[in-house]
C-alpha cells in the first residue's frame, strides 16, 4: 500500500511536468514585426458566428494543440512600381502617372482579422500584385474626376485623393498605405509640356519687366543721390567754415586760459612740493624715532624671552624629570608587589593542596585502621620504627674510641658483675632499647619478639674471681 500511494504520486507529478512542458511548448510569443494569427477553434464573434481567427500583436497566447494552430504576418513595408499610362482625365486627355506606393499589412483592430482571413498564407509576390491591381483603380478613378491643372499644380490635392480612396480600399484586403511618391506627370498630346512652357515664359516675361522696373529705379536712385550728395557737400563745407573760424576763436580763448591755469598751477606744484617736502621729512623723523622705539623693545622683547623661556624650558624639564622618575618608583614598587603577593598567593596553594593531600593521607590511614585516630597514629609510628631505630644508631655510629684502658679488680658489685661488665652494659644502655622505644610511641612490643623481664625475675649472678684485667 505504501509503494502504491508512492508511485501514484510519482506518475501525478510526472504528468503534471508533461502537461507544463506541452503548454510551455505551445505558448506562442508575437514579435513585435509580425502579427501572430491563431486559427481553429479560437471562439464566436458578438453576433454568435464563429471567428475565423484571432490576431495578436506585441503579445503572446496559448495554442491548444488538435484544437488550434497558428502561423505569422509578416509587417515588413513593401514597395510597388505602380506606372500608370494613358490614364484618361476630365478633360480626355490620356495622362501617363508613374509612381511608387509603399504599403505593409496593417496592425488595426478589425483590419488584422481582414490580413489574416485574405493575406495569410499568399506570398509576397502574390499580395504586390493584388494591391497594384487596387492601386491602378483607384488612380485612374481620381484623375478621371481631375483636371491636368489640378493634377499638375495642385499636388496636394492630388496625393490626399489618392491617400483616401487608395487606402480605403486596402483596408478592405487587411493593408494600409505607407507612403506615395508620384515620380512624374506626362501626357501623349503634350499639353502638360505647353502648360510648362507658357508659365516659364510667363515666368521669363514677368522677371524681365521686373528688371527693367528694377534698373528703372536704380538710376532714378543714383540720380536723387548724387543731387543729394552736392547739396550735402556744400552745406557740410559753409559749415565747416563757419566751424573753423569758432574753432580758432575758441583755440584762442583756449590758449589765454590755459596759460592761467599752468601758472596756477604751477605756483600750486611749487607750494605743494614743498610741502610734500617736509612733511616728508617729518615722516622721516617720526619714522626713525619709532623704528628706534621699536628696536628697543624688540631688544628687551628678545633677552627676555631669551632669559624666561630657557628658564621656562630647564623647570619645566626638572618637573617632567622628576615626574618620569616617580612614576617609574611607582611603577617598580607596585611591580614587586605584585611578584611577592604572586608567589606568596603560589606558596599558599602549594601548603595548601599539601596539606590538603595530607589531611587526604591522614583520612585513609584512619579509615584503614578502623576509623580510630589512636590506633591509626600507632600504625604510622610503627610503619617509621624502622626509620627511628637506624636514627638512634645513626647517633652513635661515628663516636670514635682510640684506646680504652680497663683496671678491673673483678670485684663486683652488689649485683655481682664486674667493673668491664658494668662499663659495657651502660655503653649498652646508651641505646634507648626497643621495648622502651615502643613505649615512648604509644606501642607494646609483641611477644614473640620479646618479653620485657622485670627485677624480681632476673638470676643471681655468679661470684666473680678477683682478676686484674686489662682490655683494648
Known amino acids: ?53 484571432k490576431c495578436i500583436h506585441g503579445g503572446a497566447s496559448i495554442v491548444w494543440p488538435i484544437l488550434q494552430a497558428y502561423s505569422y504576418l509578416d509587417l515588413t513595408p513593401m514597395s510597388i512600381n505602380v506606372d500608370l499610362k494613358k490614364a484618361l482625365s476630365r478633360q480626355n486627355i490620356r495622362i501617363d502617372v508613374p509612381s511608387v506606393f509603399t504599403i505593409g499589412i496593417s496592425t488595426e483592430n478589425g483590419v488584422m482579422q481582414n490580413a489574416a482571413e485574405r493575406l495569410r498564407g499568399l506570398p509576397l509576390k502574390e499580395i504586390q500584385d493584388l ?3 487596387i492601386i491602378l483603380g483607384q488612380l485612374r478613378l481620381i484623375i478621371a474626376l481631375m483636371d491636368i491643372e489640378e493634377i499638375n499644380t495642385d499636388r496636394d490635392k492630388f496625393l490626399e485623393s489618392v491617400s483616401g480612396n487608395v487606402e480605403t480600399e486596402l483596408k478592405k484586403i487587411g ?21 510648362g512652357k507658357e508659365a516659364a515664359s510667363r515666368a521669363i516675361n514677368d522677371a524681365k519687366i521686373t528688371v527693367s522696373q528694377k534698373e528703372r529705379d536704380g538710376a532714378i536712385g543714383v540720380a536723387n543721390a548724387e543731387r543729394d550728395k ?6 557740410a563745407n559753409a559749415i565747416a567754415v563757419e566751424g573753423e573760424n569758432e574753432t580758432l576763436a575758441q583755440i584762442s580763448q583756449s590758449n589765454a586760459h590755459r596759460r592761467e591755469v599752468e601758472a596756477e598751477a604751477e605756483r600750486l606744484a611749487t607750494v605743494a612740493e614743498m610741502t610734500a617736502e617736509a612733511n616728508a621729512k617729518r615722516a622721516a623723523y617720526q619714522a626713525e624715532q619709532q623704528a628706534e622705539a621699536a ?39 607596585k611591580g614587586e608587589a605584585d611578584g611577592i603577593k604572586a ?16 589531611a587526604d593521607g591522614f583520612g585513609q590511614i584512619v579509615k584503614s585502621a578502623g576509623g580510630t585516630a589512636d590506633n591509626a597514629v600507632k600504625l604510622m609510628m610503627a610503619d617509621k620504627i624502622e626509620t627511628l631505630v637506624a636514627t638512634q644508631v645513626e647517633a652513635i655510629k661515628n663516636i670514635k674510641i682510640d684506646k680504652v684502658t ?10 655481682g658483675t664486674t667493673t668491664t661488665a658494668g662499663f659495657l652494659s651502660g655503653m649498652g644502655r646508651s641505646i634507648p632499647p626497643l621495648n622502651d622505644l615502643f613505649k615512648m610511641s604509644g606501642l607494646q612490643l609483641p611477644e614473640f619478639l620479646g618479653k620485657e623481664v622485670k627485677p624480681a625475675d632476673k638470676p643471681a649472678a655468679a661470684p666473680a674471681a678477683d682478676k686484674p684485667s686489662a682490655k683494648k
Open 1 to 53: 500500500m505504501h509503494w502504491g500511494f508512492i508511485l501514484l504520486i510519482v506518475f501525478g507529478a510526472l504528468s503534471m511536468f508533461s502537461f507544463l512542458m506541452v503548454l510551455a511548448a505551445r505558448y506562442k510569443k508575437c514579435p513585435s514585426d509580425k502579427i501572430l494569427v491563431v486559427y481553429g477553434k479560437v471562439g464566436k464573434n458578438k453576433d454568435g458566428t464563429n471567428r475565423s481567427a
Open 406 to 415: 680497663v683496671w678491673d679488680s673483678m670485684g663486683g658489685g652488689n649485683d
Open 131 to 133: 494591391a497594384r491591381d
Open 343 to 358: 608567589m606568596r598567593l603560589a606558596e599558599a596553594e602549594g601548603i595548601f593542596a599539601v596539606l590538603v593531600k595530607q
Open 230 to 235: 552736392r547739396v550735402a557737400v556744400a552745406q
Open 175 to 195: 493593408l494600409r498605405l505607407i507612403n506615395v511618391n508620384i515620380t512624374d506627370i506626362m501626357d501623349e498630346s503634350g499639353y502638360i509640356e505647353a502648360l
Open 295 to 333: 628696536r628697543a623693545a624688540r631688544e628687551k622683547s628678545t633677552l627676555e624671552a631669551d632669559i624666561i623661556v630657557k628658564t621656562e624650558i630647564q623647570k619645566r624639564k626638572v618637573e617632567l624629570e622628576a615626574e618620569a622618575e616617580a612614576e617609574m618608583i611607582r611603577r617598580k614598587a
